[in-house]
């Protein structure tokens, strides 16, 4: 069993800078496949970023080159950098975490934490 708690989320306007952070409690975080997901109002939720137990990133297109996942094994937290955000990056960002890689499908995640809202004012 593992547990996830994300922070860092809050109220900014467009162009600046969020670092959502989630910490994960429980079975050994090293192996773990960990992802950011996010669901806007109305929409599905949908896949931002990866990262494998082995280092290897996986992003959105349209993230690309703005996102940026990585962790930090010693303390049992990745984290999702945020640059340049636009008022359509508002959503709930929600971490998840599987066994073995990474997917950027969200129901191929067993663990998942309860969300923190980014909203970005125009």
């Known amino acids: 069993q593992v547990q996830l708690v994300e922070s860092g989320g809050g109220l900014v306007q467009a162009g600046d800078s969020l670092r959502l952070s989630c910490a994960a409690s429980?079975?050994?975080?090293?192996?773990?496949?960990m992802g950011w997901f996010r669901r806007a109002p109305g929409k599905e939720r949908e896949f931002v970023a990866a990262?494998?137990?082995?280092?290897?990133?996986y992003y959105v297109d349209s993230m690309k080159g703005r996102f940026t996942i990585s962790r930090d094994n010693a303390k049992n937290t990745v984290y999702l950098q945020m640059n340049s955000l636009k008022p359509e990056d508002t959503a709930v960002y929600y971490c998840?975490?599987?066994?073995?890689?990474?997917?950027?499908?969200?129901?191929?995640?067993?663990?998942w934490g309860q969300g923190t809202q980014v909203t970005v004012s125009s």
């Open positions: 998840a975490a599987r066994d073995y890689n990474p997917t950027k499908s969200w129901n191929d995640y067993r663990y």
């Open positions: 429980g079975r050994t975080f090293v192996n773990y496949a």
């Open positions: 990262l494998s137990w082995i280092d290897i990133k």
